[in-house]
C-alpha cells in the first residue's frame, strides 16, 4: 500500500538554530498531512497540519512547506530549543468521506538540540 | 479536561491470555482510533471507528478485536496474546483531521 517516509532518521542541531525535519510521501490522492512530536514516554502531540490547497502554513515557530510536485513535505522549527527534542512524525490522509481522518504514518525522526 | 484516557499504562501477558484495552474521550469526538508502536517504528492503525456504532479494519487489525461502547469509549481486546503484539498501544480520537492521542498502554507478551 501507500506509505510516508522520512529521508533522515536522526537530526543533531545546537540550541538557537533551525531545524528542518523532512518526510516524502508517495500518495498522490493524499490530501492532508499534520506533523506530530512524541517525547519519550508520551504519546504523539499535535504540531501542525497543512491542507493539499496549500503550500505553505506557519505556527509558533514551526512552518510547514508542501510541494506537491515531488511528493514532500517538510516542518522548519525556528530557534530550536532544548525541549523540541523529541522524534517527530509525518502523517498523510487519502481517505475521503466519514473515514477522513486515518492517518498513515511515517517512522520519525529523532530530533536531538544540544545546549 | 482529561483529553484522552488509556487503562491500563503497563501490563504483561503470557502467551494465550486475553485482555482489554480501555481507552474514553471527554472531547465529544465522532472518531476513534486504535494503532501499535513498535520501536523505532511509526504508528499503525489498528482498528477505528468513525462515529458511534460503526468499527472498520485499519492496517495491522489481525489478533485484535474493538467495541465502540458508547460515544466516549472505545476498547481493544486482545483474545489469544502472542509474542508478537509485544508493543505501545495508543488510543485517539477525532472530530474531522486533527487526532490528539493518549499516553498509552506498555504491553509485553512472554
Known amino acids: 500500500g501507500e506509505s510516508v517516509g522520512l529521508h533522515l532518521p536522526t537530526l543533531s542541531v545546537q540550541e538557537g538554530d533551525n531545524s528542518i525535519i523532512n518526510c516524502a510521501y508517495s500518495n498522490s490522492a493524499s490530501d492532508y498531512f499534520i506533523w506530530y512530536k512524541q517525547e519519550s514516554g508520551k504519546g504523539p502531540q499535535f504540531i501542525i497540519d497543512?491542507?493539499?490547497?496549500?503550500d505553505k502554513r506557519q505556527g509558533q515557530r514551526v512552518t510547514v512547506l508542501l510541494n506537491k510536485t515531488v511528493k514532500h513535505l517538510s516542518l522548519q522549527i525556528a530557534a530550536t530549543q532544548p525541549g523540541d527534542s523529541a522524534v517527530y512524525f509525518c502523517?498523510?490522509?487519502?481517505?475521503?468521506?466519514?473515514?477522513?481522518?486515518?492517518?498513515?504514518f511515517g517512522q520519525g525522526t529523532i530530533l536531538t538540540v544540544h545546549p | 479536561n482529561a483529553g484522552v484516557t488509556q487503562t491500563p499504562k503497563f501490563q504483561v501477558l503470557k502467551t494465550g491470555q486475553s485482555m482489554t484495552l480501555q481507552c474514553a474521550q471527554d472531547?465529544?469526538?465522532?472518531?476513534m482510533y486504535w494503532y501499535r508502536q513498535d520501536p523505532g517504528m511509526g504508528l499503525r492503525l489498528i482498528y477505528y471507528?468513525?462515529?458511534?456504532?460503526?468499527?472498520d479494519k485499519g492496517e495491522v487489525p489481525n489478533g485484535y478485536n474493538v467495541s465502540r461502547l458508547n460515544k466516549r469509549e472505545f476498547s481493544l481486546r486482545l483474545e489469544s496474546a502472542a509474542p508478537s503484539q509485544t508493543s505501545v498501544y495508543f488510543c485517539?480520537?477525532?472530530?474531522?483531521?486533527?487526532?490528539?492521542f493518549g499516553p498509552g498502554t506498555r504491553l509485553t507478551v512472554t
Open positions: 471507528s468513525a462515529s458511534e456504532g460503526t468499527t
Open positions: 485517539a480520537s477525532s472530530e474531522i483531521y486533527e487526532q490528539y
Open positions: 497543512i491542507r493539499s490547497n496549500m
Open positions: 472531547m465529544n469526538h465522532n472518531s
Open positions: 502523517a498523510e490522509s487519502s481517505a475521503g468521506g466519514t473515514s477522513y481522518g486515518k492517518l498513515t
